[in-house]
């Protein structure tokens, strides 16, 4: 079988629209799609071609496969597994019965059903179980923050610490999680870390720095003592991220921060566990950033069940 290597313009018209919806860049997606299938085909001895399932598979049959959930979870990234069916099979490929991304699911659940040629559909089984399987534990491991946070006031924030060239993927599978984005680029805010800090001169120097720049950035600035806190509240300063501090620092730093009337959101990193999430957020801050939820994920169980005939 060859690839249909569908074109962007031709992928359904309701993928497409649902990418949209998500806040997903439509053209990235595919891209990514389209690399991680040319991985997997790259032009050798007898072509871009599956040697295994052209050689086990007659060209014109057809199947259908479940995609079965194996753990308990938060699915993500099922549109993308769609898209590269779309890709690679195009109009061949019937789906049914796609749950959503963000939808919890259990052991057992089947969470999408393809029906197509079977050549086609293996070819493309692990590039979509990647997608899927990888999203899907970003997903789940943002939820289970989001559960050890229930009845406070903190959310939890993803970093830019994600995977080359899947950011987008990556910080959407957070959003499917219930979790919250942290800036997506470097352009998008300021964040003066310590090493800014340092060359700068000081918390404020740099607080000043990027406002005489770029006035209507929003700015973030790292402190690692209260008295640096106490320097950008009385400077103005709207965020401030807290780092390294254990959680009676963090309790202060609260207090300071409320009883200065200042409006300045606090944001906890660096270190943090799922097991100290309940009493890092009852200090009072309002964010809590892990970059566990996408440089060291675990991949979620599921996998791709073909049928018997």
Known sequence: MNLARTSLADLPRTLVDELAVAGLDVAACYDAVVRAVEEDLPQGPYGAIDVTSAATIPADQTGTADFTVREDGVLAGMVLAEMVFAYCIGPAAQFTGRLGDGTVVRRGDVAMTVTGPIRGMLTAERTALNFACHLSGVATATSHWVAALEGTSAHVLDTRKT???????????????????????????????????????????????????????????????????????????????????????????????????????????????????????????????????????????????????
């Open 163 to 309: 995977l080359p060239g899947l950011r987008m993927l990556q910080k959407y599978a957070v959003r499917c999680g219930g979790g919250v984005n942290h800036r997506r680029s470097l352009s998008e805010m300021a964040m003066a870390k310590d090493n800014h800090v340092l060359a700068a001169g000081g918390v404020v120097p740099a607080l000043d720095a990027i406002r005489h720049t770029f006035p209507e950035v929003r700015v973030e600035v790292e402190v690692t003592n209260l008295d640096q806190l106490r320097d950008l509240l009385a400077a103005g300063c709207t965020s401030v991220l807290l780092d390294n501090m254990t959680d009676a620092e963090m309790a202060e730093a609260v207090r300071i921060r409320d009883e200065s009337g200042a409006a300045c959101s606090l944001e906890a990193s660096g270190g943090l566990t799922l097991e100290r999430a309940a009493a890092v957020a009852a200090t009072g801050v309002d964010y809590i950033s892990v970059g566990a939820l996408t440089h060291s994920v675990k991949v979620f169980d599921l996998g791709m069940d073909l049928r018997e005939s």
